[in-house]
């Protein structure tokens, strides 16, 4: 089997956290930021094994970049 990297994105909602996965528009959530990324990394392993090749090329991203910024407001 081929290995993969992806990017999880991580963020606070209320008690959970919710896990994005940018490449491949996948999302999943947990307890806590561990267990939100394991969630993530099994959708995305599921979504891959069980998703027609069209739609996993539909939805895939080329490179993927996270950054933050700053921006005026108020």
């Known amino acids: 089997m081929a290995m993969h990297s992806y990017t ?13 996965c940018p490449e491949l528009d996948v999302v ?20 891959v094994e069980c998703a027609d090749p069209q739609e996993i090329a539909k939805r895939q991203h080329g490179e993927v970049y996270v950054t933050r910024f700053e921006a005026v407001h108020g």
């Open 8 to 20: 999880a994105i991580v963020e606070k909602e209320g008690d959970m956290y919710v896990a994005l």
């Open 28 to 47: 999943s959530q947990g307890e806590s930021i561990e267990q939100a990324t394991a969630n993530l990394k099994e959708a995305v392993e599921l979504f």
